[in-house]
Structures are given as C-alpha cells and as structure tokens.
C-alpha cells in the first residue's frame, strides 16, 4: 500500500482535507443537519430519521466525532451527539478564509 505523504503538506492543507473528507459523504450532511435542527440527539433517534442501518450511522458519527464535527456523551446506554461549537467555528472559520483566498487575488481564468 502506496504512503500518502501527508506529511510534505502543511498543517493548514491537511486539516482542511481532513474536514473535506468527515463532510465527503451525504449521510454525514444529512447527520449534521439533523444535529443542527435538534440541538443533541441519541443514536437511535438518528437512526429513525435516515434510511441507513444502525451500525452505519454509527460509523458515520465516528467519522464526525473523530474529525471534530461533533461530540458524544454517554448516558446510561447510549450516547447522546451534539455539535461541537468550539470546533464548529474553526471549521468555519478555516472553511472561509479557503474560499476568500481565491476572491481576494481576483485571478482571471485563462
């Protein structure tokens, strides 16, 4: 299996990939939309409102929760998602600056 040199890029870039990667399927979307309309939402709750097996919507917050996306608190069985504010606003922070680099060098094509 081919190396794939992440490390010949800066920070910036990987995280910015990273982020693009936890947002590069659209049960993930679909996740974050749901968190965002009910504030914090159990597993199950999840699983009732997409059309996807249990396991993979877990899968899917995992993915989240290890990019930064969202948090998970554990009570009694299950475990309770919300966005995660602080983490939010970097990501959207980063996710602007990315898209204003562009228009502030108002570059011409071809």
Avoid at 16 to 40: C, D, F, Q, V
Wanted: hydrophobic share 40%; with cysteine; net charge neutral.
């Amino acid at each position: 299996m081919g190396t794939t040199k992440t490390e010949v890029f800066t920070e910036a870039q990987n995280e910015l990939a990273a982020l693009a990667k936890a947002l590069g399927h659209p049960a993930r979307i679909a996740i974050l939309e749901h968190l965002m309309k009910t504030n914090s939402c159990v597993c199950g709750d999840i699983v009732d409102v997409l059309p996807l097996a249990q396991a993979t919507v877990s899968q899917h917050l995992k993915e989240l929760k290890a990019a930064g996306l969202i948090q998970g608190q554990i009570s009694g069985t299950s475990v309770c998602y919300c966005i995660d504010p602080l983490q939010w606003e970097k990501y959207g922070t980063i996710l602007k600056a990315f898209f204003a680099e562009y228009q502030l060098q108002q570059a011409k094509c071809c």
